[in-house]
């Protein structure tokens, strides 16, 4: 979403280089020689749970030639010295472990299944990212968190219920505790024939395993409930082995109200807000009426002792009030009041995040619960434009805009490593709904990738990125060999020579004149290798004799039509000519 403040910060970045891009006239269309990584597969953000019977695999594929790897997002947090970030991110690469954790060739990282004995949480209940890296700079992926649960045999069963007639009857499907976060009930089949798997107006369907049976009637005593689950790590299903029935009562005294079945708290993607329904399924005789109110500006967690006093407070908002004898429970276009007690939401939105307070209360009394509703809307994160160029020893504002809710945190990275705001020609800045990261005085060191990084509790995630390049700057040798070297007939030696420069320099060596070619295999036996800070050795087994050597450097912008490299500017720098004693 493009706003004032995107506006504003494209302005100041337009101003501090527009004088500096005016005297170099950069072509728009010019790209850099290294196109940097893109994830073309990114791995899911979110806490991932796993069976050891089936394992997990995450995959990650990025685009251009790049090199893909993983690391622990914990080593991201932590404080890093200048030491390592001079070694790169490759300092925490992870390792393959046979049998509990496999770096695969395509990028993926995969958790085979294992044994109970062989359970690692340092490795399968953690958090990861994924590397992609290359000579323009290095990206990190979202935080995936992974949890391993041990495969365990159950049972599901389910009881008679007591009920009062023209009441609610809650049925519970009765799994083990430890594995109720993984089993979802997928339907209530009742008498062998009809499946129940929503809510409507004789029964309200729950996945946490509860039944409400409405407005309790003589046939409804007469039939059989059982109840189907699923393991949502193993894709098992399993049949209650037992039935259930409802055994119907008519007090012959008064109750005061209790709630057979209400929740502390209850979570809704944004994909399963058009119907919500927060229960409070209360008995008593006679029969109870319920009141539901919001409560605005109360602190997350559970309300306890603050639960009376907000009610009493103007931080309540009565939604409705809901009695027995009431023919239209609907309170406005969004909620409801059902005839189980239950509130009834529909289209919820961020805003709708709150304290939600039932009572249910009859001329004996009144009996209160609380449900803590948290609306969840996946994060994302954008950045314009997607490169930036501007000059040595100058400074740029960079905006990144976020969405979702919540958002609880957001970072920002330099090729993989988070940025200090201790760092003083670094400050970052919050802006409504947008993260502003302002550097000053850019350097060679400033060249390469950033990130924004949006995360909250909820184990979402998100990430988005820019591309920061310097204006020409001419190619230096900052390292080379010396001018003479003595060796004896058949040593090999390595002459070394590394440049910097934007953009990246190219590196060309060249023999009494002659270009070499990478990897040439004709007799001579020169062979040429790079690494990562763009070092390039030549080694020479000296089969020929009385050699000169030298390297040049080459720095070039290129544009590429169709399948050619055109070039549009060089600059070339050559290093002290070498004679090879023998």
Not at 174 to 203: C, G, M
Not at 466 to 487: Q, Y
Not at 540 to 552: A, Q
Request: aromatic share 8%; with cysteine; hydrophobic share 40%.
């Amino acid at each position: 979403m493009f706003s004032i403040y995107s506006a504003i910060l494209l302005l100041i970045n337009g101003l501090l280089a527009s004088s500096a891009h005016q005297r170099r006239q950069v072509n728009s269309n010019l790209v850099a020689s290294v196109d940097y990584p893109r994830f073309s597969i990114e791995p899911p953000a979110g806490r991932h749970y796993f069976s050891n019977s089936t394992g997990l695999t995450l995959n990650c594929q990025a685009t251009a030639p790049s090199t893909v790897y993983w690391v622990l997002a914990s080593d991201l947090t932590k404080t890093i010295s200048d030491t390592v970030r001079n070694q790169d991110l490759k300092h925490f690469r992870l390792i393959s472990i046979t049998g509990l954790r496999h770096l695969l060739n395509n990028g993926s990282i995969h958790f085979p299944p294992f044994g109970a004995s062989s359970q690692n949480p340092a490795i399968h209940s953690t958090s990861y990212k994924c590397v992609a890296t290359n000579s323009a700079g290095t990206i990190v992926s979202r935080t995936v968190h992974v949890a391993a649960v041990i495969d365990q045999q159950f049972e599901v069963s389910v009881y008679d219920e007591f009920a009062i007639s023209k009441g609610t009857a809650v049925l519970k499907c009765q799994v083990p505790s430890q594995l109720r976060q993984f089993v979802r009930t997928e339907a209530w089949i009742r008498d062998s024939s009809l499946e129940i798997t929503s809510t409507n107006d004789k029964y309200s369907f729950f996945q946490t395993g509860e039944l409400h049976v409405k407005e309790i009637a003589t046939a409804d005593s007469f039939s059989k409930f059982k109840c189907r689950v699923k393991n949502i790590l193993t894709g098992e299903r399993k049949l209650s082995s037992t039935s259930a029935s409802i055994v119907i009562s008519t007090p012959t005294s008064s109750i005061a109200p209790r709630v057979l079945h209400s929740m502390n708290s209850l979570e809704v993607n944004e994909q399963n807000s058009r119907l919500v329904e927060i229960p409070c399924a209360a008995e008593s005789w006679p029969l109870p009426s319920y009141r539901w109110y919001k409560l605005n500006g109360v602190e997350d967690g559970p309300l306890t002792n603050t639960l009376n006093s907000a009610l009493n407070l103007n931080k309540r908002q009565l939604l409705g009030i809901y009695s027995i004898n009431q023919t239209n429970s609907k309170l406005n276009n969004q909620a409801e009041i059902g005839s189980s007690g239950s509130l009834i939401l529909r289209n919820l939105r961020a805003t709708d995040s709150a304290h939600y307070v039932c009572i249910a209360f009859n001329s004996l009394g009144e009996f209160t619960v609380d449900t803590e509703l948290k609306f969840r809307r996946a994060l994302s994160t954008s950045i314009r434009p997607k490169r930036l160029i501007s000059d040595k020893r100058s400074r740029i504002v960079v905006n990144c805009t976020v969405s979702g809710h919540p958002i609880d945190t957001i970072h920002w990275f330099h090729n993989g490593l988070p940025l200090s705001v201790l760092d003083e020609k670094v400050r970052i800045m919050l802006l409504a709904d947008q993260s502003v990261l302002m550097l000053d005085e850019l350097s060679e060191n400033s060249i390469g990738l950033y990130q924004c990084v949006a995360e909250n509790e909820l184990f979402d995630s998100a990430q988005d990125t820019i591309e920061l390049l310097l204006g020409e700057i001419k190619p230096i040798l900052s390292e080379s060999f010396a001018t003479e070297m003595k060796a004896q007939v058949g040593d090999e030696i390595t002459l070394k020579c590394v440049a910097s420069g934007s953009p990246l320099p190219m590196i060309t060596w060249f023999v009494d004149n002659e270009q070499i070619i990478e990897e040439r295999n004709d007799g001579l036996g020169y062979s040429l290798k790079s690494d990562s800070h763009n070092h390039r050795y030549l080694n020479d087994h000296l089969r020929i004799l009385n050699h000169h050597v030298f390297c040049g450097v080459i720095m070039f912008y290129s544009v590429k039509i169709k399948s050619f490299l055109t070039l549009i500017s060089a600059f070339k720098v050559l290093s002290m000519q070498v004679d090879i004693l023998v």
